[in-house]
């Protein structure tokens, strides 16, 4: 009887932090006078890593939220057809999936074009990279992304790089990279909240600006602020301006996808029924100010 009570009352509070959720966010448009233009639609995924400890219930969870989309890792070739069959017991299907080598050996070209193979296989089309040289000449690296693109585009993939040290630190640096790779099928992950955690005196509107041609995946995340401090909290509850930041992709025509990421702060470990409340808020907010699949 606990047990039913208890899952009754975590269903309760998920659906009131959703509804405070999206009367705050109807508040901010109220009080700023940004409101989203109907008819604008982007496929909403959730990295299934958000639930940290809890990636058991992750699936379910999302079902429950009404989320057809997830982000998650490149599976092994023979664990394809399982993972597909997984998601599909819950109404997902895989959006964007995490790519993983090392760009300083030249066997990463090869390891990113299997990886393509099986996000072909699972009919993903947009392929998330870490990039980071790890010390090799940025020429050699830059080389190995190109021949990856060339094997990605027989796939149907596009690489998307994230925003991270050293490739794609900030918009700048991104700009970079893609001119130097100079690939239709390597392209940009935009990490809102990375901005601010690995720059100072900037913003990710700002820097979206500069890189948004080049953008192909965008990831949306929150964060306090301060310069290189683990604090990501749900969506909407820090410095990220996330209304202007889908404004200025819907004014640009960005199709593509928008996958939510929630990595909470540093040292503090949240019980399974915090994590899905902070998954919920985030998922209520971001849909409170757009229309999304």
Known sequence: MRMKEAACLAAALILAVTAFACAHAKQCALSTGK?????????????????????NIALPHLQHLGVRYVFMNVPEPGAAEQE?????????????????????????VQELGQQAAVCEKMGVKFMFLSAKRNDAPKEAVYDRLR??????????????????????????????????????NIRV?????????????????????????YVATVEIKDHTGEFETWNFPAVGQGVVDVPDLLALLREHGYTGPITLEFEGIKGVELSELETKLAIAESIAYIRSLGNFD
């Open 84 to 108: 597909m069959a997984a998601l599909s017991q819950y109404g997902l299907k895989p959006l964007v999936m995490r790519a993983s080598t090392d760009l300083s050996k030249e066997s990463s």
């Open 189 to 213: 992950n935009f990490d809102s909240a990375n901005i601010t955690y690995y720059n100072k005196n900037t913003d990710a509107v700002t820097e979206l600006r500069k890189i948004i041609d």
């Open 35 to 55: 409101s989203c233009p109907a008819g604008t639609t982007n496929r909403l995924a959730c990295r299934l890593a958000n639930y940290g400890n809890y990636q």
């Open 147 to 184: 021949r990856a693109g060339d094997l990605a585009a027989k796939h149907g993939v596009t690489i998307a790089l994230e925003t991270h040290p050293d490739l794609g630190t900030n918009a700048d640096v991104h700009l970079e990279t893609m001119k130097a790779i100079n690939h239709p």
